[in-house]
């Protein structure tokens, strides 16, 4: 069964520091990796998208690290804001053989916390 | 603003009675996804929209919900007889082509008395 694990739950941290965001996966085949935010009572927004080739990319303050070898990936935020405070979503694409469709399997998402 | 557009934001009924949600995807944006997102969870995969071809429904999709998108534009999900489980939030995001990322609407959320 796909699953993607994402961790800690929650974070809160100070305005200001820089953190980093888990994310494992067991889903095969594999196409993409995303990370979306999602603020409280919206709907996601995509801040990266990783293919099997790329190891990292970066959004601004977000930098997104993927290890296919372990399937791990990682979301580190620089220089924290308050409005930074969102969940953050892991969503990893497996290749389907049919037509069209693409399998995307969500993280329940890291609640993260940005305190003055 | 060219962004998914849900309406209603948000929809309180009793149970037992129909709700229409509508979607409105990205314009040229060939396909739209519906998900269902409960408290602390992540979104789950409801149904998928190739134009105006349903290709694929998840087993959540129970026989009380149907989802249309008739002219390959904007969609509708009819949940009928609703119960207190169908209580979320539900996404529709949209994307230009496979492996595309997609694009979410702000949700419309249910609350079933």
């Known amino acids: 069964k796909n699953q993607v694990e994402q961790s800690p739950q929650s974070l809160i941290i100070l305005e200001g520091k820089n953190c980093t965001l888990q994310?494992?996966?067991?889903?095969?085949?594999?196409?993409?990796l995303r990370w979306y935010k999602q603020d409280t009572g919206r709907g996601p927004v995509s801040l990266t998208i990783m293919t099997f080739s790329e190891n990292t990319k970066s959004n601004g303050r977000y930098t997104a690290t993927l290890d296919a070898d372990t399937k791990q990936s990682s979301l580190h935020i620089t220089a924290s804001q308050l409005s930074d405070s969102a969940s953050y979503i892991c969503v990893v694409s497996a290749s389907s053989p049919d037509f069209g469709n693409e399998k995307l399997t969500f993280g329940t998402g890291t609640r993260l916390t940005i305190i003055p | 603003d060219t962004g998914v557009s849900q309406d209603p934001r948000h929809k309180i009924t009793k149970r037992g009675q129909n709700v229409t949600f509508r979607c409105d995807p990205i314009s040229e944006h060939n396909r739209l996804y519906w998900y269902r997102q409960t408290l602390g969870q992540g979104p789950e995969f409801l149904t998928y929209?190739?134009?105006?071809?349903?290709?694929?429904k998840s087993r959540l999709l129970s026989d009380r919900f149907s989802a249309e998108r008739p002219k390959g534009s904007f969609s509708t999900l009819e949940i009928q007889r609703t119960e207190q489980g169908d209580s979320a939030m539900y996404l529709c995001?949209?994307?230009?082509?496979?492996?595309?990322?997609?694009?979410f609407g702000p949700g419309t959320r249910l609350l079933v008395l």
């Open positions: 994310c494992n996966y067991t889903v095969s085949p594999f196409s993409n």
């Open positions: 995001a949209s994307s230009p082509q496979r492996q595309e990322t997609q694009y």
């Open positions: 929209f190739q134009n105006e071809a349903q290709l694929e």
